[in-house]
């Protein structure tokens, strides 16, 4: 088990924009695990420590269309 952090994501409005944020963060390298709550609009990412920064994470996930704001 890694570190764990929580991204808000702002402009999800179906299912299917949960898929797609899961997917271009579980996507980036040192990624072990990413969900993604529609109603709460938040990701819960677990990653290896060190392996990547939580700008990193904002990155894939703006790119993919969303807005994120690390939550620690
Ligand atoms: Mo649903 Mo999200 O039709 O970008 S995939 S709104």
């Given at each position: 088990?890694g570190?764990?952090?929580?991204?808000a994501?702002?402009?999800m409005?179906?299912?299917?924009c949960?898929?797609?944020?899961?997917?271009?963060?579980?996507?980036?390298?040192?990624?072990?695990?990413?969900t993604?709550n529609l109603?709460?609009?938040?990701?819960?990412v677990?990653?290896v420590?060190g392996?990547?920064?939580l700008?990193?994470?904002?990155?894939a996930?703006?790119?993919?269309g969303y807005e994120?704001?690390?939550?620690?």
């Amino acid at each position: 088990r890694g570190e764990t952090t929580e991204l808000a994501i702002d402009g999800m409005t179906c299912a299917s924009c949960v898929g797609r944020v899961e997917k271009a963060l579980a996507r980036l390298s040192g990624v072990t695990s990413a969900t993604v709550n529609l109603a709460t609009e938040r990701a819960h990412v677990e990653y290896v420590p060190g392996a990547l920064t939580l700008g990193d994470l904002v990155a894939a996930v703006e790119a993919t269309g969303y807005e994120a704001r690390p939550l620690t």
